[in-house]
């Protein structure tokens, strides 16, 4: 059976986003990008909401080919460096599903002939015949009500929650159903502040 993992980053106070919405107050450093490479290269499909997968397909598929900036210490650089090139190749090549009631994919995304669109009422039937067919694992990247909507379901099995050295008082909740979790794995990187969690989900 296939497993579905989520995989998300969250500040120290639960939140993945702050108030307005913005998920980049958070500590996304390399720590966190190999940990995402890790996932999506282990991934035989990548499950996005509408929202994830139309930010998600307007930057990622060029990352891989992008040209080298000049000073390759900058932000520029970083989010250009081996590992999200690494990223963007596996995202490219990947299967993805996106659940949407909001349309078909246009034609001319750079994700169109990898991508299929699922509507919200038909996901949980599709995610539980996909699960039941192999051994690889499904990837739910960001995607919150997505991902909240699977765990009430019983769909999901592990939560890969990045814990971002961060305090925000308000925001994006990281869940809003209630859950057990089992702790499989606590993870540290040399030069990072972040700790990464890996949970089991307790049926």
């Known amino acids: 059976m296939r497993q579905v993992i989520a995989n998300t980053i969250a500040s120290l106070d639960r939140f993945v986003a702050d108030a307005v919405g913005n998920p980049l107050v958070l500590h996304m450093?390399?720590?966190?990008?190999?940990?995402?490479?890790e996932d999506i290269e282990g991934a035989d499909v990548v499950m996005l909401g509408r929202t994830s997968f139309d930010g998600f397909s307007a930057s990622w598929p060029f990352i891989a080919d992008a040209p080298t900036p000049a000073d390759p210490d900058s932000p520029e650089g970083r989010a250009l460096d081996d590992t999200n090139r690494a990223i963007s190749r596996a995202f490219n090549a990947v299967a993805k599903v996106v659940v949407s009631d909001s349309g078909d994919i246009a034609p001319d995304?750079?994700?169109?002939?990898?991508?299929?669109?699922?509507?919200?009422?038909?996901?949980?039937e599709w995610l539980r015949a996909a699960r039941a067919d192999g051994d690889g694992s499904i990837l739910l990247f960001a995607s919150g009500v997505l991902r909240d909507a699977l765990l009430a379901a019983g769909l999901l099995d592990d939560l890969?929650?990045?814990v971002?050295?961060?305090?925000?008082?308000?925001?994006?909740?990281?869940?809003?159903?209630?859950?057990?979790?089992?702790?499989?794995?606590?993870?540290?990187?040399?030069?990072?502040?972040?700790?990464?969690?890996?949970?089991?989900v307790v049926r």
């Open 160 to 162: 890969h929650v990045m």
């Open 109 to 124: 995304n750079a994700w169109a002939s990898t991508t299929t669109r699922i509507a919200r009422d038909d996901a949980l």
């Open 29 to 37: 450093d390399e720590a966190f990008d190999r940990m995402n490479l």
């Open 164 to 200: 971002s050295p961060t305090t925000l008082g308000s925001g994006v909740p990281l869940h809003t159903t209630p859950a057990s979790l089992a702790l499989q794995e606590a993870r540290t990187f040399d030069g990072s502040p972040n700790v990464q969690l890996r949970y089991r």
